[in-house]
């Protein structure tokens, strides 16, 4: 499994969340264990953490999962978007107690994409 976060310790005051690339372009539920390994690394350290976003999106049942887990945090979130944080990822980016934008960043927020198919049977013959 390839994990698309990264968790490192900055310093006494928190730790820094790095977000690169696709969220959960290979699994997230499929395995049953990337969500746990999330939270278990998310929660093993304290302080406030430093979220940097540069993602162009992903699963969004992801993003719901990191985005509940980051407001749920016991220590402040603040997310710095440095790059891009379209799609999914701006789910996460709302996790943020504060959030901040380089002005160079980019936001791409959208409805959620959707199919919808009815397929309508008629016999002509029997009408």
């Not at 499929?30 to 699963?59: H, M, Y």
């Not at 504060?98 to 009815?118: G, R």
């Amino acid at each position: 499994m390839r994990k698309f976060w990264n968790f490192s310790q900055t310093d006494s005051e928190g730790r820094t969340l790095f977000l690169d690339g696709a969220i959960s372009d290979e699994t997230w539920w499929g395995d049953e264990i990337t969500p746990k390994l999330f939270r278990d690394e998310l929660e093993s350290g304290s302080g406030d953490i430093t979220v940097w976003i540069n993602s162009p999106g992903g699963d969004v049942f992801a993003a719901a999962q990191i985005y509940n887990m980051l407001k749920e945090y016991a220590g402040k979130v603040t997310v710095k978007i440095d790059g891009i944080a379209a799609s999914a990822a701006s789910v996460v980016a709302m996790s943020g107690d504060e959030v901040y934008m380089s002005p160079v960043a980019n936001m791409m927020i959208h409805n959620p994409a959707t199919i919808a198919m009815a397929i309508i049977c008629c016999c002509l013959n029997r009408l």
